[in-house]
C-alpha cells in the first residue's frame, strides 16, 4: 500500500480531504469513486484530473470506481454553471457510457483478477426504480433546505445577476448525489468520494446521508481546478474542448495542445497528467531549465499523456506529422496521413480548389502556382521561382516541366505547394 495522500500532495493534486482520510487509506484497502458527466460520448482533458485521481488511488492499492451519472446527467448539476442545460434521453446516455468506459480502460484496469479491479457503476441503473414519493420520504427528509442552501453551487446561482435562477431540479442535484455516495456506501463498500474543489458541497451531503441514515463515516478529497497559467480555462483550444476521442480532437491536435504549454504549465501538468516518479520529473524540470528552447518537459508531456491516451502508433505519427512542417519529412511522409490530420497540420495555410479534370489531364506548374490558384502573383513569378529550384510539390522540388496527376493527391484529395522553406499553399480537388 502507498500513501495516497503523500503521492496527491507532491503532485499539487490535493486541495482539501476530510480530517481522518489518511488514516482510514492506509488501514486496508478502501474502495472511492468519481462521477463522471455522461452527456457526450467522449471525456475531454478536463476530465484527466479526476480519471487521474482514480489511476493513482488505483496504483496504490485501492479499488477505484467510476461513476457515469446516468441519472444526475438527465438533471444537470448547477456546479459552476449559471443556466440549465440539456437532458438526454436513456439510449444516448447509455451509449455514451459504454464510449467513456472505453476510453477509462486506458487508465484503469477493469479486468485485473487483485481485489482492486476498477468497476463501472451507472447510478440510473439504482435511481430509476425509486419513485419521488420513496426518495423524499425516506432520504429528503433527512436533510434540511436551509443545509441545501448554505451550499455555493447553491448560493452563487440564486445570487447571481446573470442567473435566471435554479430550478427545483437542479436544486435536488446535491441530494440524488449524495444518494449515490450513501447507496455505494451501503452496497459496494465504498468509504470516499473524490471530484473536483467544486464538487465539495455535493460531496460532503452523501456523507451527511452516510451519517444518518448508514450510521456510518464517509470521506471527502478533492483536487484543484486547473487553470493556465495566463489564467485562460485548462482544456479549451481556438475549437473549443480538447477531447480524448480522435475523431473529435486528432492525435496530432492533442499532442499539438500539450506541446504549445507554456514552461510554467507544463513543469504543474507534467506532475497532475502523468505516472512519472518524482526523481524523474525533478531531473527534467531541471534539463528544461538549462534549455528551454529546447522544450523538454513540453516534449515528454507531450509523449506521455498521447500514448496514454491514443497508444503509441498514433503517438509515432503525430511526431511524424509534426515534423513534417518543422523537419526534412518526404512526399511518403504526407501520404501516410489521414486526411483529417493532414489538414490539421495545415489549418490556416491558404488554399485554392481546382477540378479533377484539372488533375486528369495533368496540371502543369505554371498553371499550379499562378494562373489557376494565385498562390504567386504572375506567370512570370512562377517561372522564376521555378528557376529558382524554389517550388516543391508535396514536399519534393520539381521544375517547369513537373505536372500534377492523381498519383501526386494526398488522401485522395490535395497536393502541397511550398516556395522557399515556410510559404505553403494547398490545393483542394474537387
Not at 436513456?90 to 483478477?113: I, M, W
Not at 435554479?166 to 465504498?190: A, P
Not at 518524482?278 to 513540453?298: F, G, Y
Not at 524554389?390 to 511550398?418: C, P, R
Amino acid at each position: 500500500m502507498k500513501n495516497f495522500i503523500e503521492e496527491l500532495q507532491w503532485r499539487g493534486m490535493l486541495h482539501d480531504s476530510m480530517p481522518g482520510t489518511e488514516e482510514h487509506l492506509l488501514e486496508e484497502m478502501r474502495s472511492a469513486y468519481v462521477g463522471f458527466d455522461p452527456t457526450a460520448d467522449s471525456l475531454h482533458i478536463g476530465n484527466l484530473v479526476p480519471i487521474m485521481l482514480l489511476a493513482h488511488y488505483q496504483r496504490c492499492g485501492h479499488r477505484p470506481i467510476a461513476l457515469v451519472g446516468g441519472a444526475t446527467g438527465m438533471i444537470g448539476d448547477p456546479s459552476g454553471k449559471s443556466s440549465e442545460r440539456n437532458l438526454l434521453d436513456e439510449t444516448t446516455l447509455r451509449h455514451n457510457q459504454e464510449c467513456v468506459k472505453a476510453q477509462l480502460g486506458h487508465f484503469l484496469d477493469f479486468s485485473s483478477d487483485e481485489q482492486n479491479a476498477a468497476i463501472l457503476v451507472n447510478n440510473y441503473d439504482w435511481m430509476k426504480n425509486i419513485s419521488f414519493l420513496e426518495f423524499i420520504r425516506d432520504v429528503g427528509k433527512h436533510i434540511t433546505v436551509n443545509y441545501m442552501m448554505s451550499k455555493d453551487s447553491v448560493k452563487n446561482r440564486i445570487s447571481s445577476e446573470s442567473s435566471e435562477g435554479m430550478s427545483f431540479t437542479e436544486f435536488t442535484y446535491q441530494m440524488v448525489q449524495g444518494y449515490d455516495f450513501l447507496h455505494l456506501f451501503q452496497n459496494m463498500e465504498t468509504t470516499l468520494q473524490m471530484g473536483g474543489s467544486d464538487q465539495w458541497g455535493n460531496i460532503t451531503t452523501g456523507t451527511e446521508l452516510i451519517r444518518r441514515i448508514g450510521n456510518g463515516k464517509g470521506y471527502a478529497i478533492t483536487c484543484p481546478l486547473i487553470t493556465k497559467s495566463d489564467g485562460s480555462k485548462f482544456g479549451k483550444s481556438e475549437g473549443g474542448n480538447v477531447w480524448l476521442d480522435a475523431k473529435r480532437t486528432s492525435a496530432y491536435k492533442f499532442y499539438q495542445y500539450w506541446l504549445n504549454t507554456s514552461d510554467e504549465d507544463a513543469e504543474k501538468y507534467i506532475k497532475i497528467f502523468t505516472f512519472l516518479d518524482q526523481e524523474t520529473i525533478n531531473s527534467l524540470i531541471e534539463e528544461h531549465k538549462v534549455a528551454p528552447h529546447e522544450r523538454v518537459l513540453q516534449k515528454r508531456l507531450g509523449e506521455e499523456v498521447t500514448n496514454l491516451v491514443h497508444g503509441n502508433e498514433e503517438y509515432e505519427k503525430a511526431i511524424a506529422a509534426s515534423n513534417i512542417l518543422f523537419g526534412n519529412s518526404t512526399s511518403d511522409d504526407l501520404k501516410s496521413l489521414d486526411e483529417q490530420t493532414f489538414l490539421d497540420v495545415f489549418d490556416g495555410v491558404p488554399q485554392a480548389t481546382v477540378t479533377a479534370a484539372d488533375i486528369a489531364e495533368g496540371l502543369d506548374m505554371i498553371g499550379a502556382l499562378a494562373a489557376k490558384t494565385n498562390f504567386l502573383k504572375s506567370n512570370s513569378d512562377a517561372r522564376r521561382a521555378l528557376n529558382e529550384n524554389a517550388v516543391s510539390v508535396n514536399k519534393e522540388k520539381v521544375d517547369e516541366n513537373f505536372v500534377i496527376t492523381a498519383k501526386d493527391l494526398i488522401a485522395d484529395k490535395y497536393v502541397l505547394l511550398q516556395r522557399g522553406k515556410k510559404s505553403y499553399f494547398l490545393l483542394s480537388v474537387e
